[in-house]
């Protein structure tokens, strides 16, 4: 019996047809593969109001002191005494009777699972984390400052989200005394306007481009009005019209976008 293969034209018909198929399918593959930034950020995000709230909650870390008048001394983050909990090691202990401002970053890196331990310079300390995130916290007045670099691959380092910096690796967060957390830079916002969905960034990526080039406005403007752009399709329309803008990456006007998710 004589056993008949495929002929050249129908190997070729076949071939075709799987490059059509894989051409339709592959995109939206990508499409729906998390952005590892953006996972990352949420992640870090996350982290960084649980153990804040856990911190804030413990009386042993966290505790108002008054004065004669039985007035509060302090409130919150602003509360820097030595902690009174037994369990907390004596190096950490130590280290922020020499330095009260350190308090806050030394024990929220406490919390966490880090490589290489801490370090500290003068009111701001640094530390990676296991998940290949690497944490900045500097306390400022009644505030801290804190800066995380997810360290994506082809990402700009360095920086935060601007015209020259479409790719950032870095974020950054003010946290008030009372533990209220605020990003305050462009892409990470953005991020935190649509949390749910973390396989197709680039609608965060216009409305990071939107905050970038829009002037401060009132808080409670500025999320509708860039939510509102974007549904009404005039978002483009703003960005390519963007050189008669004055550009800023001042985010003071931006609400204060707390965890929702």
């Not at 004589?2 to 002929?7: C, H």
């Not at 997810?150 to 020259?164: F, H, I, L, R, V």
């Not at 946290?175 to 916002?189: E, K, M």
């Not at 960034?201 to 403007?221: E, G, H």
């Amino acid at each position: 019996m004589i056993k008949k293969g495929f002929t050249l034209q129908e190997t070729l018909i076949t071939l075709a047809v799987i490059g059509i198929v894989a051409a339709l399918t592959i995109p939206a593959i990508v499409k729906l593969k998390p952005s590892d930034i953006k996972t990352k950020y949420l992640k870090a995000y996350n982290t960084l109001t649980n153990v804040t709230e856990d911190l804030l909650g413990d009386s042993s870390l966290y505790w108002q002191t008054y004065n004669n008048a039985g007035q509060p001394r302090c409130f919150g983050l602003d509360c820097k005494s030595v902690p009174i909990d037994g369990s907390i090691p004596a190096d950490i202990r130590t280290a922020i009777s020499g330095n009260t401002n350190q308090k806050y970053a030394r024990l929220f890196a406490m919390k966490m699972h880090t490589v290489d331990g801490i370090s500290c310079s003068g009111n701001t300390c640094t530390f990676d984390t296991t998940d290949g995130v690497h944490w900045s916290i500097t306390a400022s007045g009644d505030t801290h400052n804190i800066s995380i670099n997810t360290k994506p691959e082809n990402a700009d380092q360095n920086c935060t989200y601007s015209n020259d910096c479409t790719k950032p690796a870095l974020f950054t967060f003010s946290i008030s005394r009372d533990g209220n957390i605020q990003a305050t830079d462009c892409l990470g916002t953005a991020f935190l306007m649509n949390p749910e969905k973390t396989s197709d960034i680039s609608a965060d990526l216009l409305k990071a481009k939107l905050l970038y080039i829009t002037p401060s406005m009132p808080s409670n403007d500025i999320k509708d009005k860039i939510e509102s752009d974007f549904d009404n399709n005039s978002l483009s329309d703003k960005i390519n019209d963007s050189t008669s803008i004055k550009p800023t990456n001042n985010l003071e006007g931006a609400e204060n976008i707390t965890r929702n998710f």
